[in-house]
């Protein structure tokens, strides 16, 4: 028999407070997109530190332009394996809802 006395008392007992294990694919995409930003962080701290990819300054469109193409090859790098972060991401996520 349960003791109903004390604050915990007025808690209601419900299964929608219990958390249910992720979706894999779901774990799985959010690592890609992690690991894509990173990249993508990695990338433009190159750029930025020197005069750009290709030696030259640049205008503002050509910086925009610059920064589409790194983050587009980011994710396409993040989802081909990239830098394998994104595996160890989810496979530890995996093993912590098992």
Do not use: H
Request: hydrophobic fraction near 35%; glycine fraction near 14%.
């Amino acid at each position: 028999m349960l003791n109903r006395t004390g604050p915990v008392a007025s808690l209601p007992l419900s299964t929608e407070n219990i958390r249910k294990p992720d979706d894999p694919a779901k774990v799985r995409g959010a690592a890609q997109q992690f690991e894509a930003l990173l990249i993508g962080q990695m990338m433009r701290s190159v750029r930025e530190s020197g005069s750009g990819w290709l030696g030259s300054g640049g205008d503002s469109s050509g910086d925009c332009a610059t920064e589409y193409a790194e983050q587009q090859f980011a994710a396409v790098m993040a989802q081909q394996g990239g830098l394998g972060l994104s595996n160890l991401i989810s496979r530890g996520l995996e093993k912590r809802d098992s």
